[in-house]
């Protein structure tokens, strides 16, 4: 019997482990450990990145964090006004699907209280339009230049896509593509995390190459930061569109029936190839 403290599982009633178990009249899947262990670790690590990244920005005013050297705050203190709320409120809304996210994706909770998933829904994706909507206004702006521009600027324009592709599923009542929306959606959100993780991992692997003058940590840096605006969400679709196949859910088509149309004769030539 699944536990209060289940995470995602599958609406077709396999689980990642393909075991399956009867509750009632509906077939639901039993979470692996694997899957318990994932879904604490990106919930844990959610709680921890907003804790270390968001609350110090609430602390102080810009100027004062950039004073102190606090992430990029001396760097967003010399941009228009605009930018600066813009930069502010992104924190602070990017901050709260960061860590109220993960909690939609525990199934004990949605069972329990689909009321409380409702709101806790809704009131995510209001973070996302406004975080989405935030983050594509300081991509222009961003530290990293133009990989900035292009990398953060794909990704909320993804991030707000997402979200309304989820949001438009769930209304019409098509629950498995909402499921397979929102998985995609919190890839985007923890993008958050993979960018604070990405950026001291690719500091370490330029250690081995330091030059005679040894480690250049402002040059390390700089490059690593023009690796993350795409290297922070790329490999999470990836991992996302896979747990959502796994899953049985709908996966991401790029191409479908005029594809099919071409491949036919292709199909029927191989096929009387093969009969040879
Ligand atoms: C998923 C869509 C997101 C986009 C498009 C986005 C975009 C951006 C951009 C463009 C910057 C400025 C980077 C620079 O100047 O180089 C930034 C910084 C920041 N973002 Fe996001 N972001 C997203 C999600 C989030 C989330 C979910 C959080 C929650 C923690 C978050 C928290 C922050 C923080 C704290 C900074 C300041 C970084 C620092 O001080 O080092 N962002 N974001």
Redesign the pocket.
């Known amino acids: 019997m699944p536990t209060a403290s289940t995470p995602e599982t599958s609406a077709t009633g396999t689980s990642a482990t393909g075991a399956s178990v009867h509750e009632g009249a509906a077939t639901v899947a039993r979470p692996s450990p694997g899957a318990r262990i994932g879904w604490a670790w990106v919930l844990l690590s959610s709680i921890g990145?907003?804790a270390f990244?968001?609350t110090p920005?609430l602390t102080a005013s810009l100027r004062e964090l950039g004073e102190a050297g606090?992430?990029?705050?001396g760097?967003?203190d010399g941009q228009p006004a605009f930018v600066q709320v813009a930069?502010s409120v992104?924190?602070v809304f990017?901050?709260f699907?960061?860590v109220t996210g993960p909690l939609q994706f525990w199934r004990g909770l949605r069972d329990r209280m689909p009321r409380l998933h409702r709101w806790v829904g809704r009131a995510y994706l209001g973070a996302v339009g406004v975080?989405?909507l935030a983050?594509?206004a300081?991509?222009p702006?961003?530290?990293?230049g133009l990989v900035?521009f292009f990398g953060?600027?794909a990704?909320?324009v993804l991030?707000l896509v997402s979200g309304w592709r989820g949001y438009r599923a769930i209304r019409r009542g098509d629950v498995a593509n909402h499921r397979a929306w929102m998985m995609r959606n919190f890839a985007?959100?923890y993008?958050?995390v993979m960018l604070r993780l990405w950026v001291p991992a690719l500091l370490v692997l330029q250690i081995p190459f330091a030059g005679e003058g040894g480690f250049d940590f402002d040059a390390s840096f700089a490059n690593a930061?023009a690796a993350v605006?795409f290297l922070c969400?790329l490999p999470n679709v990836v991992v996302a569109e896979w747990l959502i196949r796994r899953r049985g859910l709908p996966s991401y088509v790029v191409a479908s029936a005029p594809v099919a149309r071409v491949s036919q004769p292709r199909r029927r030539a191989s096929a009387a190839i093969g009969s040879r």
């Open positions: 990145i907003a990244a968001v920005y606090t992430g990029l705050a760097h967003y930069f992104h924190i990017g901050g699907a960061l975080g989405g983050g594509l300081i991509a702006f961003s530290q990293a900035g953060f600027g990704l909320a991030w985007f959100t993008s958050a930061y605006p969400w």
